[in-house]
């Protein structure tokens, strides 16, 4: 079982890497097309954070690993939210912006109960499950706010930019279609490898030890696929770039809640059992917590205290489903 637990870690090594080799190469190809930075970071740097998530789900659905594919959306959602923004606040006071606070934790909102409500409306066999047309439901709701987005950044005058995204995306501006071909097959490759050892071998390891896919798509799978957040979020609190953090990660779980539970059910209809519901209702007070913590201060900050007790909550979220 040690072994299984090795290949597991072995396994998110790949998909973290082959993540940013994916990126490397779509942000060098865009910037070859003359595409803004601003468009880079927004589309190819935002998405290709959750590709780990999007392998993971590809190869659950194929496998018919329903519960791993829905636990590793809404656990990464809840791990994004209190783990990794709680681990931010820890480092340097995370700044929320207003858009972030009266729009898009809303629209995660609405996204939440939607899920909510497509996952308790059909059946097939007897359970409840989200079917192969709910899921194109998600994937247009993916893109619809994508789409909007790019929209609400190009309405607004003076963005403000990663500029580490920016740093990187120049510096590789003169890699060669050659250099950009393989970083993309290596990419994709250990996207691959990874999801394929963290899928098999966390199933493995949950039978061994009597637990459930949906408490290891939760927990271990979802901590694992959130690493490039994790990291990113460390590496921009130590510069004190933080005012953009709350934004990604918004974003990220609306992405990670539509598309990958969409993309899943568009492959093999998802058995939704009644377990995910408290999970979702979690989500749903998370945030509403966010917004209120984000309100009751002047400077819209997160300081350390609340980064423990963000920590703290994610623990007891844990315990609560063990």
Known sequence: MIWKIVCLIIGFVFLVKGADLLVKAASSLAKKLGLSEMLIGLTIVALGTSLPEVFITITSAVEGHSDLIIGNAIGSCICNFLFVIGISCLIRPVKFDKRIVKRHLPIGIAAMLLLLVLGNTDKLGGAQTITRWQGVILLICT????????????????????????????????????????????????????????????????????????????????????????ITGIIAAKKGETDLLLGNISGSNIINLCLLIGLGAVIHPLTFTTD?????????AVTILLQWLATRNPKSELNRSKGVLLIFLYGLYIVSIL
């Open 143 to 230: 893109l619809l706010y994508i789409l909007y987005t790019i929209y609400e950044e190009k309405t607004i005058k003076n963005k403000a930019i990663d500029e580490e995204i920016i740093k990187d995306v120049k510096a590789r501006e003169t890699d060669s279609i050659k250099r950009i071909v393989i970083y993309f097959i290596l990419g994709i490759v250990g996207l691959k490898i990874g999801a394929d050892w963290v899928v098999d071998n966390s199933i493995e390891i949950a039978k061994y030890y009597g637990l459930s896919e949906k408490f290891i798509g939760i927990t271990i799978v979802a901590i694992g696929t959130a690493l490039p957040e994790i």
């Open 276 to 284: 995910f519901n408290s999970s979702i209702f979690i989500l749903i």
